[in-house]
């Protein structure tokens, strides 16, 4: 009773973005509110608010997120901005993923792209796993709003790129190795740590063997300056529903993260919205002439992910995955 | 095509002049916190507006803003450049003191304008900023 969902005037949000672009924009990007009759003073309050689109009209969610950035320009409702802005993108990328049918498309692509690949004398290897909790990659990216996500340029969902993939299973040898020299050799675990890495950087060998992966395998897999790596590691799409939630992170101390006092509880907590993938499930793919290279990268993958995990506040638990 | 690169050349020195007075003025005028971060934020609002756009890069650096801090003087030397003589392509009017406001004023055709002469401009200034202001040693 007494509630009324209304179209909110232009000049409650604004856009950073060119005259023209904007004019666009507000025929698209709809601010909503509601509001409804409080019977003491006979007036209408707004209750809630949202942004919403119109539905004939699909949008890159990466230009969504990254340049069409909607602000509440009414001063009680800013704070509240970025939380509905964040809840646009999930649900933007909702009504996507319904009308393109879960992105099957770039799941067959993929396919595609690895067939060609085997043509020419590639082993694809490809297994599936789902992030067991929640995952950010790219939170440190720059973002006016501060915190960001990598999605993917084209198709503007969030996949795993494969540079972030070989990345961590590089680091995940390296510590690997250095714990195995480490127990044989009794020496300090940051120096052999650095040995290692400079070692792994210009492909010197250091003769050790561990869970029947050599140095020298190492070398061959992630390749040196000289050398390129013999094992391609491709993005990893998510190929399930792609669950989108907003977490956040709370600075209870944040002059003293400032340098500027000593922490105290009296300084007040900043909360921080950001962007998660929660429970999906990502296709991981690797190719590789050298079958033998092949297995060993996939072994030091699976631990990565399983032991270490992928992206950002990964020492929260986030971005570990299971073996599916 | 000499005549064409003598243009480029004067264009080029133009900024670098300009850029180099900026960061000059940002040695004079901040302290040794705000000069680190000076440079720091330089080197990253490119990335910045190549990755958001320059409406919103103007809009974060305009909401970090206090007076005297690092990123205030970086919007006070992006009008002072838009106003001088070094920009080729486009200009601020001169009795324009928001920037921000003017640039979403713009259409399409000279909001890239824009960007692409600030963005030159950014190039210079990260230059002399890294090679005049010392790195955190620690």
Known sequence: MNINIKIEDKKTYEFYNPKDTVEIL????????IWKLNIKNN??????????????????????????????????????????????????????EEKLINFNFIKERNQELTKILERYGYTKLSFEAICSWRLIIGLGGTHPQETSMTLHHVYGIPYIPGSAIKGVTRHWAILKFADHSVKEENEDFSEVLEKISKGLEKGENFDLTVDGITFIDLIQIFGTQKEIGKVIFMDA??????????DIMNSHYPQYYLGKEPPADWQNPVPIKFLTIEKTKFQFYLLSHNRNLL???????KEALREHGLGAKTSLGYGTFDMI | MSEKETIITKLEKGRAEFAYNCVKEAIKFLDVRKKKEYRSYIRKI?????SNGLGQTLAFIYSKKEDGNAYDLIYKQFINYLKSDSPARIK????????????????SY???YVTEELLAFLNWLKRFAEGMIEEEEE
């Open chain 1, 26 to 33: 507000y025929r698209e990007i709809l601010k909503k509110g």
């Open chain 1, 43 to 96: 007036k209408e309050e707004k209750k809630d608010w949202w942004y919403e689109s119109k539905n004939d009209f699909e949008k890159n969610i990466n230009l969504l997120f990254s340049k069409f950035i909607p602000k509440s320009s009414l001063r009680n409702e800013e704070k509240e901005n970025k939380d509905k802005y964040l809840q646009f993108i999930i649900s933007e990328l909702a009504k996507l």
């Open chain 1, 237 to 246: 799409y998510p190929i399930s529903k792609i669950n989108l939630k907003i």
């Open chain 1, 295 to 301: 297995s060993c990268a996939e072994k030091l993958l």
């Open chain 2, 46 to 50: 490119p990335q910045m507006i190549l």
């Open chain 2, 92 to 107: 601020i009017p001169t009795n324009e003191n928001e920037l921000i406001e003017w640039v979403i004023s713009l259409d």
């Open chain 2, 110 to 112: 000279n909001y890239r």
